[in-house]
């Protein structure tokens, strides 16, 4: 069973779009799991439009922001494996297809994509070329360079990853789930673009292109993620985190 987790807010313009990429891929038996933060807008008119009993709306209590909401979307999820999906993006039609291959021999997949702008005219053929991204955990904890709507893993992700930790200002879903599985299961980097990943004006997040955050926020980030990463790995192996470093 797929679980697809969308964390939504104020979505309407591109969140049809995004849902038609993904939902002809998967299977009466999947799920898509829709968490939004108290929309203003249309965006949950338009998911309901779609009748599809394999899609589930979970509304928070008052908005939370997009770290909790996704977390509160992966609460929700019943499958064995579990894609991330902004609600601007698009999908390849491939995408779940060529995650599953790759599951038969690792517990947590990232893939790269192409960038499109507000008209989905393509404005950069690699975000991996792009972000200069580089595999392992010491180089992203120097320098984040993933996606989470790039992202999709095994469940059994959640058993260190959950709860997320509790200053999400500190800790964004996608660079804590990405840390948890380079540093204690088997991740699989794969360079097709399986997604088209939308810059324009109000995105909620710049997905690491420019950041302007100061060196004190950076440092504060990163010993708060090497602390959180400690806690969770010495909860079930004490030795598991430390061997990344030796």
Request: hydrophobic share 40%.
């Amino acid at each position: 069973m797929i679980s697809v987790c969308i964390a939504t807010y104020n979505g309407e313009r591109f969140i049809r779009q995004q849902l038609e990429s993904i939902i002809h891929q998967l299977t009466s038996d999947d799920e898509i799991i829709v968490s939004d933060d108290i929309s203003t807008d249309s965006t949950l008119d338009i998911i309901r439009s779609f009748q599809s009993p394999i899609i589930q709306i979970f509304t928070n209590n008052g908005k939370h922001g997009y770290t909790p909401n996704f977390e509160n979307a992966i609460r929700h999820a019943h499958g064995d494996y579990i894609f991330l999906s902004d609600q601007d993006d698009i999908w390849q039609p491939d995408k779940v297809k060529i995650c599953m291959q790759h599951f038969k021999h690792c517990d947590f997949i990232i893939s790269d994509a192409l960038l499109i702008n507000a008209n989905n005219q393509v404005i950069a053929n690699s975000f991996f070329a792009l972000r200069r991204s580089r595999p392992g955990l010491i180089a992203n904890l120097v320098r984040f360079s993933y996606l989470g709507c790039c992202i999709a893993f095994h469940r059994k992700i959640l058993d260190r990853a959950l709860p997320f930790p509790p200053h999400h200002h500190l800790c964004t879903h996608d660079n804590w789930l990405t840390l948890i599985a380079m540093t204690y299961y088997k991740t699989t980097v794969v360079n097709d673009k399986l997604i088209q990943y939308r810059r324009y004006g109000n995105n909620t997040s710049t997905g690491g292109l420019h950041n302007s955050t100061s060196i004190r926020f950076k440092i504060a980030y990163r010993l708060y993620l090497v602390w959180w990463l400690l806690v969770r790995g010495y909860k079930q192996n004490g030795k598991a985190f430390i061997r990344h470093f030796e």
